[in-house]
């Protein structure tokens, strides 16, 4: 009974490739993220949608984009990758409180 | 950049002791504030929040206190278990129209010594 899943889990790739994370929840809730945690456990947001309309973009790199095809997912897709964006990836989610439900994280490394 | 800090990077405590983690703020507008848990390999795990009316707030084993005056925040776990070691974040939400967007800080980790 996951409420927020992320696949893949593990992802490695080349820099260069594109590449997709996927993300569902299975709350009901209408609010859903994705952060970017570096190597010293940072976490940064970088998007907010809303009912499956865009909010915030935090100065992220247009070789990202989100696409929420409903209001149960939104996965990330990353164009043209670089040894940079070497990172942990959470997809979270929340309703009309303001915590949220974090899923298990993307692992995504860049060689 | 980010408003919320840490004063402590990293924790050790012996198990059965008590643990305090503490956060500082710098948004005197924020008016929500929570705490998270992250243990290795998962997501951030909700542990407690607390709105900004409020002081202090208590859950089980743990209790987050609010000093707005000097814009600090503080988890406190008693009775510390191994089971509690973990990366711990605060986060606050800036007020206004903001939404509910969380501003995270850097994170304490907590190591348990048995």
């Known amino acids: 009974d996951t409420a927020v899943s992320q696949t893949p889990k593990y992802l490695v790739t080349q820099m260069g490739n594109d590449k997709s994370i996927k993300c569902e929840q299975n709350?009901?809730?209408?609010?859903m993220y994705w952060y970017k945690q570096d190597s010293k456990k940072f976490l940064k947001i970088m998007f907010s949608?809303?009912?499956?309309?865009?909010?915030i973009n935090e100065t992220v790199p247009n070789r990202f984009s989100p696409k929420s095809p409903d209001k149960a997912h939104l996965n990330l897709h990353i164009n043209s990758l670089e040894l940079g964006d070497s990172a942990v990836y959470f997809c979270?989610?929340?309703?009309?409180?303001?915590?949220?439900?974090f899923g298990p994280g993307t692992r995504l490394t860049v060689t | 950049g980010e408003s919320v800090g840490l004063h402590l990077p990293t924790l050790s405590v012996q198990e059965g002791d008590n643990s305090i983690i503490n956060c500082a703020y710098s948004n005197s507008a924020s008016d929500y504030f929570i705490w998270y848990k992250q243990e290795s390999g998962k997501g951030p795990q909700f542990i407690i929040d607390i709105r900004s009316n409020m002081d202090k707030r208590q859950g089980q084993r743990v209790t987050v206190l609010l000093n707005k005056t000097v814009k600090h925040l503080s988890l406190q776990i008693a009775a510390t278990q191994p089971g509690d070691s973990a990366v711990y974040f605060c986060?606050?939400?800036?007020?206004?129209?903001?939404?509910?967007?969380?501003?995270f800080g850097k994170g304490t980790k907590l190591s348990v010594k048995p």
């Open positions: 949608y809303n009912n499956k309309e865009l909010i």
């Open positions: 986060a606050e939400r800036k007020g206004g129209g903001s939404q509910g967007n969380l501003i």
């Open positions: 979270a989610s929340r309703d009309r409180t303001y915590e949220q439900y």
């Open positions: 709350l009901g809730h209408d609010t």
